[in-house]
């Protein structure tokens, strides 16, 4: 049974920085491509950050420049270091995965709040 478990979020002032974490349970490897999407009520989940398993990575056009996606096969962890933060980051933020045969996994999220 995989297990993504996101940790990072909180509350930080405009123009702050975080660092979100995504821990999963296996091999990071053992995914097609790994990835930070995020929600705000009433709209649809939309793709933050993605990495595939050879280590090419897209960015939404709204963050490019500011956040970066890496990980560490070491600690079987994903990263989303997000600089220079504004009011509209403000989402739960959700660390996927696409396995091998396709199959989605989802961790559980966690609440980002950008405001002074």
């Known amino acids: 049974q995989v297990q993504l478990v996101e940790s990072g979020g909180g509350l930080v002032q405009p123009g702050g920085s975080l660092r979100l974490s995504c821990a999963a349970s296996?091999?990071?490897?053992?995914?097609?491509?790994m990835g930070w999407y995020r929600q705000v009520p009433g709209k649809q989940r939309e793709l933050v950050a993605d990495?595939?398993?050879?280590?090419?990575?897209i960015y939404a056009d709204s963050v490019k420049g500011r956040f970066t996606i890496s990980r560490d096969a070491a600690k079987d962890t994903l990263y989303l270091q997000m600089n220079s933060l504004k009011p509209e980051d403000t989402a739960v933020y959700y660390c996927?995965?696409?396995?091998?045969?396709?199959?989605?996994?989802w961790g559980k999220g966690t609440l980002v709040t950008v405001s002074s």
């Open positions: 996927h995965a696409l396995g091998r045969p396709a199959v989605d996994y």
């Open positions: 296996g091999s990071i490897f053992s995914f097609n491509t």
């Open positions: 990495i595939t398993r050879g280590g090419s990575r």
